[in-house]
């Protein structure tokens, strides 16, 4: 069962079953000490305004706005570090966290993560290079965001590495054939992906301020879940982990605060016919970890012998 919740994550996550989600990805607020805030504007002939198709004059008129408020006082202490907790405590023995963040957060993030998962259970430090965007003369543009993956065991995580999108070579003409040079390679830990582009239907459908890239998700969601596992984000926004979730047969509990990115998220998920529930009553019973449940089942079912139960249970009569 698909999950939308309307909520402060510092809240829901608490009322989240343990060990129920195999990943865990949220793209929680950088803390930029903005309003993150997205316009959409229409264009409408006027006397005034700047000078459009065949030279007609138009005006930009905003006609909706959605927005969050990103900034806090106490952002480490106060959001942080409950929230990181709560994560690893939802997360499945087999589970992986990853937190994207930015420049502003990625050194605090990073010690909190040490702490609270353990050095040993660090895998990755992603970085998400979209070279897009304004750029100051003061220092080389920052232009990447950092996604920082931990595992809930040491080396316990799934990890669905053959099924990873492959990128080209950089010198495919060094590759020792022409099938591996065409098949291209996994990609390292540098991921250079552009941001949504702002004329793309993935955008024009959302449109939500601070909006990932699906194939960005997807990426991680195929690497760091199986199909029919749980993944979470507590920090919604738009949705855009649950529909690379359900794209790829895994179900999803999507958390989020504000009212424009449930709606956002209620209009994109009907849009792509995703079934999902509003109702959160009962979390605890009914989210149910499948990996874990039919790793059980094996157990037990390995342990049956079924010839012999049935020879102990019951008085078989010899054949005559
Ligand atoms: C960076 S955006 C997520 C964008 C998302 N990855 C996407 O592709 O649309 C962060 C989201 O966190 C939400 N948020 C901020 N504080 C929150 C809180 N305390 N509890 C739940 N959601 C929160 C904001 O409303 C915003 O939608």
Redesign the pocket.
């Known amino acids: 069962m698909n999950l939308l919740i309307q909520g402060?994550?510092?809240e829901e996550l608490k009322k989240l079953k343990s060990e129920s989600f195999v990943l865990v990805y949220s793209?929680?607020?950088f803390n930029t000490g903005k309003k993150q805030v997205l316009n959409s504007c229409s264009s409408v002939p006027s006397s005034e305004g700047t000078a459009g198709f065949g030279g007609k004059l138009y005006k930009h008129e905003v006609i909706s706005t959605k927005s969050?408020d990103d900034s806090s006082d106490n952002f480490i202490e106060g959001?942080l570090r409950p929230v990181v907790t709560e994560a690893r405590r939802v997360l499945a023995k087999n589970g992986t966290f990853a937190l994207h963040v930015d420049w502003r957060l990625c050194h605090h993030a990073r010690l909190l993560l040490d702490e609270t998962f353990g050095e040993d259970c660090f895998v990755n430090h992603l970085i998400w290079s979209y070279n897009y965007g304004g750029r100051g003369k003061r220092c080389f543009p920052r232009k990447h965001d950092d996604i920082l993956v931990y595992s809930k065991e040491p080396d316990g995580h799934v990890f669905n590495y053959e099924d990873i999108d492959r990128i080209p070579y950089k010198a495919p003409s060094l590759q020792k054939t022409k099938e591996r040079a065409e098949r291209g390679q996994i990609p390292t830990d540098v991921w250079e992906m552009t941001i949504v582009p702002t004329n793309s239907k993935e955008r024009k459908d959302v449109r939500?301020p601070?909006?990932?890239p699906l194939k960005l998700v997807r990426r991680i969601v195929t690497a760091f879940s199986n199909k029919g596992d749980r993944v979470l984000d507590?920090?919604?926004?738009?949705?855009?982990?649950g529909v690379a979730a359900h794209e790829l047969g895994r179900e999803f509990t999507m958390?989020?605060?504000?009212q424009d990115?449930m709606q956002t998220m209620r209009e994109r998920f009907d849009v792509a016919n995703v079934q999902y529930d509003e109702s959160c009553e009962d979390v605890e019973e009914e989210i149910v970890n499948p990996t874990e449940y039919w790793a059980k089942m094996q157990e037990l079912m390995n342990k049956m012998s079924p010839v012999k139960e049935i020879e102990d249970d019951f008085d078989i009569p010899p054949f005559v």
Request: proline share 4%; charged share 20%.
């Open positions: 402060d994550c510092r793209d929680v607020p969050y959001f939500w601070t909006q990932k507590f920090c919604a926004g738009s949705g855009t982990t958390i989020d605060n504000n990115a």
